[in-house]
């Protein structure tokens, strides 16, 4: 019998990640900078490190509330609030999650029943679509286009709807592009939303990291909080990506169903990570925008650097990639980051693994060194000429 019969068909038709496939190339090669996984290359700040320690010290190692620390979720609360503008109660409308992927996963379960459809607007994050199929529901795919900046345009909303239709899921910051969407952008789309009734995900874990305009949540628009399930987490903004914690904020009834959920399949998130995250909220606001203020300059000068090359770069609003267009090389986005890997030993991540309007670009992570950014322009700069 083959092993694969065992194999749930929803399982077995997903594609592994595209993102991890670079990787897992480039890790097996000496002298390769990687411009790949987005993850910050800052250590997490040491006064968050202290506090984790602080806590098994004094004995913290059971398991907290299945939504996790009463007193952090009362400090994610105080937090939005002052930072975003929105208002949640902590008792019933917050759960801390193992990141925020699976606050993701937890509210696509929540709220679908098997055939629902979930609007997803590419290029997006590698997760968002097989999450949605993984729950039960359909993607339904928006592509974007440069001319717009990858902005999901209103009436590309409203064409894709259906009498299937739950939800549509958002990321601004986004994830690859780095595009910002404005509050006069938001509010078209969220008219579009209550027209129709919809739910809206909104991924927001990189809301910090906005660097010529405030980022604004959908969820702080008139009428939208009671349709929004607000994702964010402590992985970019306060570099704690291996600490896996996230948390959702939203309406209760949406919030106690994917509480149930976690109840059964995780229990609760790390204890010592919860310690760590509530020093990060209190105490880390300068670490933050000392990374931001880095992560800013370096934008700058890749930006330029691939515009000075011929790769035409739109200067991102917020988290920490871009999103350049290698289609004046001729090549496809996988066959230009395979050879860029072999050739110069730089990794970047084609763009057609974030969806087909990914297609003749690249995503590029500036979350690493100015030093091994300039190295690596050099390298991409001296490939490009050798294309021409």
Not at 9 to 21: A, E, Y
Not at 374 to 387: G, P
Request: hydrophobic letters at 40%; proline letters at 5%; charged letters at 20%.
């Amino acid at each position: 019998m083959k092993q694969t019969s065992y194999l749930a068909k929803t399982v077995d038709s997903l594609k592994p990640s595209g993102i991890r496939r670079f990787f897992d190339l480039a890790s097996k090669m000496d002298n390769v900078i990687s411009l790949g996984v987005g993850e910050p290359d800052f250590v997490t700040p040491w006064n968050v490190i202290e506090a984790s320690y602080h806590s098994l010290e004094q004995g913290y190692t059971a398991y907290t509330a299945n939504a996790g620390l009463l007193e952090l979720r009362v400090e994610i609360s105080k937090y939005l609030e002052q930072n975003f503008n929105v208002s949640y109660n902590p008792e019933n409308q917050l759960i801390v999650t193992v990141g925020a992927s699976q606050a993701i996963d937890l509210a696509l379960r929540a709220i679908l029943n098997p055939g629902e459809e979930v609007i997803v607007v590419t290029p997006s994050f590698v997760s968002y679509a097989p999450s949605v199929t993984l729950a039960g529901g359909a993607p339904v795919i928006i592509d974007t286009d440069p001319d717009n900046e990858f902005k999901v345009r209103p009436e590309q909303i409203e064409q894709a709807i259906t009498d299937k239709t739950k939800a549509i899921m958002l990321c601004s910051p986004n994830n690859p592009t780095g595009t910002v969407l404005s509050k006069a952008e938001l509010e078209k789309i969220a008219a579009v939303i209550k027209k129709h009734d919809l739910l809206v995900i909104s991924d927001e874990i990189y809301a910090e990291l906005a660097y010529d305009e405030r980022a604004i949540s959908i969820a702080s628009l008139p009428g939208m909080s009671e349709r929004t399930i607000l994702i964010s987490g402590f992985s970019k903004a306060f570099a704690m990506t291996g600490w896996r914690l996230g948390y959702a904020a939203g309406p209760v009834e949406i919030l106690q169903a994917m509480t149930k959920i976690h109840q059964y399949t995780i229990m609760c998130a790390p204890t010592m990570a919860q310690h760590g995250a509530l020093e990060a909220l209190r105490n880390g606001g300068n670490s933050v925008q000392k990374m931001k203020m880095s992560y800013q300059q370096r934008r700058n000068l890749v930006v330029k650097a691939f515009n000075e090359m011929g790769l035409d770069c739109h200067n991102p609003g917020g988290a920490f990639y871009v999103f350049p267009s290698i289609k004046k090389t001729g090549l496809s986005s996988e066959s230009f980051a395979e050879q860029l890997l072999q050739k110069e030993r730089v990794a970047v991540v084609p763009g057609n693994v974030f969806g087909q309007s990914g297609e003749g670009y690249i995503r590029c992570s500036y979350a690493t060194s100015l030093k091994q950014l300039d190295e690596s322009m050099k390298r991409i700069s001296k490939f490009v000429e050798k294309l021409k």
